[in-house]
């Protein structure tokens, strides 16, 4: 046994001093003991082996659990998890090893008694507890290293050591260099695709009835199709409606109704184009609005064409009429269909953070914000009409090649009055139908069609 000095005695455990400091230390090491005396072959409860700290790595102990006994040395004891492990683990009972690392909760220990230690495994883990007090602890799981690798392993430790230090020293001066430097700045985002039609980029704020209002609703009425969208606090029965906007192919209108007034905007024109069915109004979501202006104002919306309910319709279509659960967000939509980036869309901002709305007066970034609502919807109607036309599409393009491609003489035998054959291939069955007859001249039976001859 290796020379100690002692230096502190307690009742519970007897710390030891080395009197070579760093792995000098380790290497001598000190057995664990308890009172004036060092003691093996004797039980200690789980605090005594807790307040020994890094004494106790490397002694060989019986441990006894509640699952049972085993003998092994122990590797390492956690305080803050409350656990404890055992390597080179034994069963004394049929002397089975066990690999690997035996670990144990705290409250399932019973006793533990000290034998002896290991000298390899102890000088190995008070190695490593050294490293830990200088360096700080490792990030990774530690590595059990057999004996015959412990002595070039070492050599590697120190390079790696060495080369750890210049990384480090590297890291450090990295940042600072950096902070001299100016950032590049970031890259501009990339231009819109070119548009299906003509999208508004100008836009103009409309606070007062006067020449401008009414120059606006004159415009506004000459329009077959408009885009309207509505932002405020809480928009519904009980919200308020801050900005509604409404755009034409070459400009958008931001009604200020925060400062105009509801009732007032209404009654001045603009309840006319909501309610006229001659113009169909595009907007994302109407649910909100249209609960805002009944139950506030008396006022339904006419002529609507959502996007966001359009998307569930297509969805169905191509899903065999399955309903989704979760409905789609306007940038999304403007994305998918248009190809747009994300900076050229607008995310709406949280319901904590509405009231911003209903400030004045509104920063440019919040008017451009409720711009590109409404600029893109005209564009995104036609997109989703597409997709919803694509059957009548491809039976469109049936029909213009069903005569054409054909030989001069099955041309000659084809009735016109009969569906394709390629087309009634697209259905499950072919039904027989009794189209609704206008002229007096024609009649249908079940096999045939007559035509009378015209009156001379």
């Known amino acids: 046994m290796a020379t100690a000095e002692v230096t502190e005695v307690s009742e519970k455990t007897m710390s030891v001093k080395p009197k070579t400091p760093g792995a000098d230390r380790w290497a001598e090491g000190a057995i664990f003991a308890a009172g004036d005396a060092l003691e093996e072959h004797r039980s200690f409860t789980i605090e005594e082996i807790v307040e020994s700290g890094d004494d106790c790595l490397g002694l060989r102990v019986v441990l006894q659990a509640k699952e049972g006994t085993y003998t092994g040395v122990i590797n390492y004891v956690l305080p803050a998890s409350r656990r404890f492990a055992l390597e080179k683990v034994v069963n004394p009972r049929t002397g089975q090893r066990r690999v690997g690392l035996l670990t144990f909760f705290f409250h399932t220990i019973i006793s533990i008694t000290v034998v002896g230690e290991d000298r390899e495994a102890r000088q190995r883990l008070l190695k490593d507890a050294y490293k830990e007090d200088k360096g700080g602890k490792?990030?990774?799981?530690?590595?059990?290293?057999?004996?015959?690798?412990?002595?070039?392993?070492?050599?590697?430790?120190?390079?790696?050591?060495?080369?750890?230090?210049?990384?480090?020293?590297?890291?450090?001066?990295?940042?600072?260099?950096?902070?001299?430097?100016?950032?590049?700045?970031?890259?501009?985002?990339?231009?819109?695709?070119?548009?299906?039609?003509?999208?508004?980029?100008?836009?103009?704020?409309?606070?007062?009835?006067?020449?401008?209002?009414?120059?606006?609703?004159?415009?506004?009425?000459?329009?077959?199709?408009?885009?309207?969208?509505?932002?405020?606090?809480?928009?519904?029965?009980?919200?308020?409606?801050s900005i509604l906007a409404a755009a034409t192919p070459d400009i958008i209108f931001l009604f200020d109704v925060a400062k105009i007034g509801l009732s007032k905007l209404l009654t001045s024109g603009v309840a006319d184009i909501l309610l006229d069915d001659g113009i169909v109004k595009v907007i994302h979501d109407c649910r909100g609005l249209e609960d805002l202006l009944h139950h506030q104002c008396g006022v339904n919306l006419?002529?609507?064409?959502?996007?966001?309910?359009?998307?569930?319709?297509?969805?169905?279509?191509?899903?065999?009429?399955?309903?989704?659960?979760?409905?789609?967000?306007?940038?999304?939509?403007?994305?998918?269909?248009?190809?747009?980036?994300?900076?050229?869309?607008?995310?709406?901002?949280?319901?904590?953070?509405?009231?911003?709305?209903?400030?004045?007066?509104?920063?440019?970034?919040?008017?451009?914000?409720?711009?590109?609502?409404?600029?893109?919807l005209k564009e995104l109607r036609l997109a989703q009409i597409s997709r919803m036309l694509v059957d009548l599409t491809q039976i469109t393009n049936i029909y213009l090649g069903s005569l054409k491609d054909k030989d001069s003489a099955t041309a000659e035998r084809l009735e016109s009055h009969v569906v394709p054959v390629e087309i009634q291939k697209l259905g499950r069955t072919t039904d027989f139908n009794t189209p609704k007859v206008f002229d007096p001249r024609v009649s249908f039976t079940r096999d045939s069609y007559k035509t009378a001859p015209s009156p001379k």
């Open 302 to 376: 006419t002529n609507i064409f959502d996007t966001q309910a359009s998307e569930i319709f297509i969805y169905m279509l191509n899903h065999q009429r399955r309903v989704p659960l979760f409905v789609s967000s306007l940038p999304s939509l403007l994305i998918g269909y248009l190809g747009l980036a994300p900076q050229h869309t607008f995310w709406p901002t949280d319901e904590e953070d509405e009231s911003i709305w209903l400030e004045r007066p509104l920063s440019s970034k919040l008017c451009e914000g409720v711009a590109c609502t409404v600029r893109y």
């Open 138 to 241: 490792q990030l990774l799981m530690k590595k059990l290293v057999p004996p015959h690798l412990a002595a070039s392993n070492d050599n590697n430790d120190l390079c790696s050591d060495a080369s750890s230090v210049k990384r480090r020293e590297r890291r450090g001066r990295e940042p600072k260099e950096g902070k001299n430097k100016a950032s590049p700045p970031p890259p501009p985002p990339p231009p819109p695709p070119s548009p299906r039609i003509s999208r508004p980029s100008n836009w103009l704020i409309i606070d007062a009835i006067n020449e401008a209002f009414m120059k606006a609703v004159c415009l506004l009425r000459t329009e077959l199709v408009i885009s309207i969208s509505a932002v405020g606090q809480n928009i519904g029965r009980s919200g308020t409606l």
